[in-house]
């Protein structure tokens, strides 16, 4: 069972940045593929940005793609989301997720943080 547990969300002001953080429990940490997906208020849960283990490749969503980038340290069993250009409309619940498989699709991830709040004020 991995547990995760981000931190660094809070408010900030449009066209500013914040710096999320996901620590795991699991030693095996680098063996899986690591998520970023958000949540507003009667939303869906919607995907923006994963890390591939091996190669770290990465991808975005086209909404943060430019602005966003996710990174990993294997050594420190943490993944990061570097938020800059901050738009009102990046408020959401922000969660990590681990995958034991690709990452591609939502459904593929396993274990899930219990999020941290980002509020973009205009």
């Known amino acids: 069972q991995v547990q995760l547990v981000e931190s660094g969300g809070g408010l900030v002001q449009a066209g500013g940045s914040l710096r999320l953080s996901c620590a795991a429990s699991?030693?095996?940490?680098?063996?899986?593929?690591m998520g970023w997906f958000r949540q507003a208020p009667g939303k869906e849960r919607e995907f923006v940005s994963r890390?591939?283990?091996?190669?770290?490749?990465?991808y975005y969503g086209d909404s943060v793609k430019g602005r966003f980038t996710i990174s990993r340290d294997n050594a420190k069993n943490t993944v990061y989301l570097q938020m800059n250009s901050l738009k009102p409309e990046d408020t959401a619940v922000y969660y990590c997720?681990?995958?034991?498989?690709?990452?591609?699709?939502?459904?593929?991830?396993?274990?899930w943080g219990q999020g941290t709040q980002v509020t973009v004020s205009s």
């Open positions: 997720a681990a995958s034991h498989a690709l990452g591609v699709a939502i459904r593929e991830y396993d274990y």
């Open positions: 890390i591939t283990r091996g190669s770290g490749a990465t």
């Open positions: 699991e030693r095996t940490f680098s063996s899986y593929a």
